[in-house]
């Protein structure tokens, strides 16, 4: 699936999209063609902490020392 991630502790499969119903879709007949039983399904969009990482690469309880 492409850039997904695994969170096994949770047993969650995260997936990117560029968030339309057609990605949404996508997944969905690709999940159902290979009839992988879905739990729950939830679609989260980007929040400031989301776009602060994607910009700094860092979380916010790293430590960055800049000189």
Do not use: W
């Not at 499969?13 to 990605?23: A, C, H, I």
């Not at 007949?29 to 994607?54: C, I, K, M, Q, W």
Request: charged share 30%; no cysteine; proline share 3%.
């Amino acid at each position: 699936m492409g850039d997904a991630t695994r969170d096994s502790d949770a047993l969650a499969l995260r997936v990117p999209s560029d968030g339309s119903l057609g990605s949404l879709k996508t997944l969905i007949d690709r999940l159902d063609g290979r009839a992988v039983e879905v739990e729950e399904l939830s679609v989260h969009t980007p929040d400031l902490d989301d776009v602060f990482l994607a910009l700094t690469g860092t979380t916010k309880n790293e430590k960055v020392t800049v000189r």
